[in-house]
């Protein structure tokens, strides 16, 4: 398994990435995007011009046969995309019939921690579309539910590892960033069809979690070796894991199949099939971990080794089998956050996990450490907050707020939401 790793790692290297399309720059050197559609009577234009400015930059790019386009920025934040009017076919206008703003041609857009942000520019006859605030509210609710969605995946697998074996896996980040590589690397680089990219990613992804416990972590427990030292050991492993990727894959970002695709538009939020179907996803990967923890004995055995891995032990369960399935769990569950979290920024990158962890940590501790529906609970509401914050605090502030919303809880219930006492301290 590790030689497989390295190879993978080294197919990512030696491929090169595919050129990037007419209606698409700068993706591949930029981690955040902003994206959209041009459309007359639902019609796409092509070959219209927009610009792109903000933060003391700005591009250029031209919408394609589908009227899309989609371009990298340097960092988060607000900007501002106009559309040149000049390029529309002739006697066609962005026109605001109810004369209330001057330059109807311009979208005001802010790119928060999704890492992408979608201006769209819908013409009628005479009208174009305006985003009011309830609009923008049902936006980040929406963004806000996926993004919750999708941190629950990284965060059960982190809360069960914690929960079974007392371990803060710090190197949880290249689990989530291996499962976007691995995605990356049959999906984009060997052609694969993505359908069946994604299956074997997860495979993997899974495997490096069995590999995980069985070439480190259970030798450690045998050895008595006590948490702090484990923590550090995970520490150190999750930096050098991390600058293998970099090593390996470089620095820029890689685009997935369709990750730039927002040919399905829901009302005026800009969702794609992508948002839509990635929701699907983790909600039923959700009630199936829920059915496999409540319904399975296999998951109560996970349950009562979480609670107290000594009675779990005297009463004839072999809690080091469970915490290998609990890796192995542990590890699938990451490589699909991260193929999730790849489309929701969206792009691949070496760091990609990293981003999230503090998120991911943070979810765990406010729904309750070691509790696997604290866990979900903890990152519904991270996400939440993480979106929904954009409407009154600057963007570059959304994970502070998420961090201090923590603290604040914990203040009131140091145990977190659904967490017990006893397990404090």
């Known amino acids: 398994m590790a030689g497989l790793f390295v190879t993978a790692l080294a197919a990512l290297t030696f491929a090169g990435a595919s050129p990037a399309m007419a209606d698409e720059v700068g993706l591949d050197e930029y981690d955040f995007r902003i994206l959209g559609n041009v459309q007359l009577d639902g019609e796409p234009l092509e070959d219209v011009l927009l610009v792109?400015?903000?933060?003391?930059?700005?591009?250029?790019?031209?919408?394609?046969?589908?009227?899309?386009?989609?371009?990298?920025?340097?960092?988060?934040?607000?900007?501002?995309?106009?559309?040149?009017?000049?390029?529309?076919?002739?006697?066609?206008?962005?026109?605001?019939?109810?004369g209330l703003d001057d330059t109807p041609n311009v979208r005001d857009v802010t790119i928060g921690p999704s890492g992408s942000t979608v201006a769209n520019f819908f013409?009628?006859?005479?009208?174009?579309?305006?985003?009011?605030?309830?609009?923008?509210?049902?936006?980040?609710?929406?963004?806000?539910?996926?993004?919750?969605?999708?941190?629950?995946?990284?965060?059960?697998?982190?809360?069960?590892?914690?929960?079974?074996?007392?371990?803060?896996?710090?190197?949880?980040?290249?689990?989530?960033?291996?499962?976007?590589?691995?995605?990356?690397?049959?999906?984009s680089i060997l052609g694969m069809p993505i359908w069946i990219a994604i299956p074997i990613a997860l495979v993997l992804s899974a495997a490096l979690g069995w590999v995980n416990d069985a070439a480190l972590w259970r030798p450690l427990r045998a050895r008595g070796v006590g948490l702090i030292p484990m923590m550090i050991v995970s520490i150190g492993?999750?930096?050098?894991?991390?600058?293998?990727?970099?090593?390996?894959?470089?620095?820029?970002?890689?685009?997935?199949?369709g990750a730039t695709d927002s040919t399905l538009s829901i009302g005026a939020?800009?969702?794609?099939?992508?948002?839509?179907?990635?929701?699907?996803?983790?909600?039923i990967v959700l009630l199936a971990v829920a059915y496999f923890l409540l319904r399975t004995r296999i998951g109560k055995a996970t349950r009562a080794v979480s609670d107290n891995p000594s009675l779990a032990a005297a009463s004839g369960i072999d809690v080091d089998r469970v915490i290998r399935i609990v890796w192995v769990m542990a590890g699938g569950l990451a490589g699909l956050s991260g193929i999730l979290w790849a489309y929701f920024r969206p792009g691949v990158s070496w760091d990609m996990g990293f981003q999230i962890l503090l998120l991911t940590f943070a979810a765990v501790t406010l729904g309750g450490l070691g509790t696997a529906f604290g866990a979900l609970v903890g990152s519904l509401i991270v996400g939440f907050f993480v979106e929904m914050s954009t409407l009154i605090i600057p963007a570059d502030m959304k994970y502070v707020g998420a961090l201090i919303i923590l603290i604040l809880v914990l203040l009131l219930r140091p145990q977190g939401i659904l967490g017990r006492k006893e397990r404090i301290g």
């Open 52 to 98: 792109i400015e903000g933060n003391g930059f700005d591009v250029e790019v031209e919408t394609d046969a589908e009227g899309r386009w989609a371009v990298g920025v340097p960092e988060n934040g607000d900007y501002s995309v106009t559309l040149d009017e000049e390029t529309l076919p002739e006697g066609i206008a962005v026109i605001d019939e109810e």
């Open 123 to 187: 013409i009628g006859e005479g009208e174009r579309n305006t985003v009011s605030l309830a609009d923008q509210v049902l936006e980040r609710v929406f963004n806000g539910l996926n993004f919750g969605l999708l941190l629950a995946l990284a965060a059960i697998g982190l809360s069960l590892i914690f929960g079974t074996t007392g371990l803060s896996n710090f190197a949880h980040a290249e689990l989530i960033t291996f499962g976007g590589l691995m995605t990356l690397l049959f999906g």
């Open 237 to 257: 492993l999750s930096l050098a894991v991390r600058y293998l990727y970099q090593y390996f894959v470089g620095g820029g970002t890689s685009q997935l199949p």
């Open 269 to 283: 939020f800009g969702l794609s099939w992508i948002d839509v179907g990635s929701m699907a996803i983790s909600i």
